[in-house]
Structures are given as structure tokens and as C-alpha cells.
């Protein structure tokens, strides 16, 4: 199976890491929030930004009950009263994201350095 993320126009696709906190994992928060986590394993988490400063963020968890031998069930687990921005990272230690424009082939380009622009420069 593969997770893909889905906006409108989909003018950029990438992918993303991270690295799980010292303090608390994905299972943990569920707990934290009430969850059954007899029911719902936490096997990934999710966010959707807008230009107008929007946040939803998610955990993606496997349904056990709707799950098969041959087949997992996955949800996006949401909640009513909203993970923030702030929340939702804290979750993590290092989290990056990389897009790149769907023209161009640069989806598969390795990145060969960087360059900092000083206030000076720009």
C-alpha cells in the first residue's frame, strides 16, 4: 500500500520523514486522547495547510475490527476539538517535507547543496 497525499491541482508531489519525539509516540496521544487503542493502532500521522494559515492534523491509524488477513483497514483519525499546529509537531523531533514542482522530472533530482541568502544579499 501506498499513502498519497491529495490536494487539488497537484501541481507539486514529494515526500516526507520524520523522527518520533523523545517524549511521547503516536500510540501515546491517541491514549492521551481517549481513544481505543484496542481498536485503532497509530501507524502514521498526517497535515493539511491552507494559504490562509489552515491547519488540520491527523493521526492515520489501522481499524483492527475492519481489518482482514488479507486486507488493512486505514483511517484518518481526526478529532472535534482540532490538533494545532503546535500539538501536532511537538509529536515529533525533526520533521521535513520535500515538494517539487510535477514539471521537470525533479521529483527524482537529489538536492546537491545549499545556499543561505544573507538580509544583505537580498
Do not use: W
Not at 481513544?35 to 491509524?61: M, N, P
Not at 481499524?63 to 484518518?76: L, V
Amino acid at each position: 500500500m501506498i499513502m498519497k497525499a491529495n490536494v487539488q491541482h497537484h501541481d507539486f508531489f514529494g515526500a516526507a520523514a520524520a523522527d518520533i519525539s523523545d517524549n511521547t509516540d503516536l500510540q501515546k496521544f491517541l491514549e492521551s486522547k481517549k481513544v481505543d487503542t484496542t481498536r485503532y493502532e497509530a501507524v502514521g500521522a498526517g497535515f493539511y495547510g491552507g494559504h490562509e494559515g489552515s491547519f488540520s492534523g491527523f493521526i492515520i491509524c489501522k481499524d483492527k475490527q475492519k481489518s482482514t488477513e488479507d486486507r488493512d483497514h486505514i483511517i484518518r483519525l481526526s478529532f472535534e476539538e482540532a490538533i494545532t499546529k503546535d500539538e501536532f509537531f511537538s509529536l515529533f523531533k525533526r520533521f521535513e517535507v520535500l515538494i517539487a514542482s510535477k514539471d521537470g522530472g525533479y521529483g527524482i533530482a537529489e538536492v546537491n547543496g545549499e545556499l543561505v541568502i544573507s538580509r544583505d544579499e537580498a
